[in-house]
């Protein structure tokens, strides 16, 4: 769980999603229209995903190496009160290449299903560069071009309490990095 205000965290201490089902959900107070900004950020414009409000609606954007933005946006204005949960979830049902997992994105108020949208994910990390994941905003280089306003497109309007990433299934391994390393140490 990573709370907002908290410092970046590096990509290799992230929540690995390769190759995996996930969701993504954030605990918000929302007064009324106005909400606007990053839930969620993890990578940059060379690949990443993020979970944002604009225009009062839920979007999720996956960055598939930079050329792909697979974007997902809820039908319906994002609800008004107290606890309320926006959240991504990504159900695994193939794969395009090995690693390369494919699936339905499925956007919530709740329990409440709003959006859908097939995606694809990429097999490694999602930046060179470092960028990390942020909850609150994207400070690094923009997952999206989607996002409202200015850098860094900080959570406002709304109270973001916390966001938890959770995983299920079985998590990707690298055969070639774990047969490296099983030769190093010999």
């Known amino acids: 769980m990573y709370r907002p205000g908290a410092s970046e965290v590096p990509e290799s201490v992230?929540?690995?999603?390769?190759?995996?089902?996930?969701?993504i959900g954030a605990l918000v107070d929302i007064p009324g229209p106005g909400a606007s900004g990053v839930l969620f950020a993890h990578g940059g414009r060379f690949g990443g995903h993020t979970l944002f409000v604009r225009d009062n609606r839920l979007h999720y954007v996956y960055n598939?190496?930079?050329?792909?933005?697979?974007?997902?946006?809820?039908?319906?204005?994002?609800?008004?009160?107290h606890n309320v949960i926006l959240a991504a979830t990504f159900d695994k049902d193939g794969e395009e290449a090995p690693g390369v997992a494919t699936g339905i994105l499925s956007?919530?108020?709740?329990?409440?299903?709003?959006?859908?949208?097939?995606?694809?994910?990429?097999?490694?990390?999602?930046?060179?560069?470092g960028e990390g994941l942020t909850v609150g905003r994207d400070s690094g280089e923009?997952?999206?071009d989607h996002y409202p306003g200015h850098a860094p497109w900080s959570f406002s309007g709304a109270t973001l309490?916390?966001?938890?990433?959770?995983?299920?299934?079985?998590?990707?391994?690298?055969?070639?990095?774990e047969a490296q390393a099983m030769l190093a140490r010999e």
Do not use: C, M, W
């Open 14 to 23: 992230a929540v690995n999603i390769r190759d995996r089902s996930y969701t």
């Open 64 to 81: 598939y190496l930079g050329t792909d933005h697979q974007l997902v946006t809820a039908t319906e204005d994002i609800p008004a009160g």
């Open 107 to 129: 956007l919530y108020h709740g329990d409440h299903k709003v959006g859908e949208g097939r995606v694809k994910t990429q097999p490694g990390r999602f930046t060179l560069a």
């Open 142 to 144: 923009a997952v999206t």
């Open 161 to 177: 309490h916390r966001v938890a990433v959770d995983v299920s299934g079985a998590p990707y391994i690298d055969l070639e990095t």
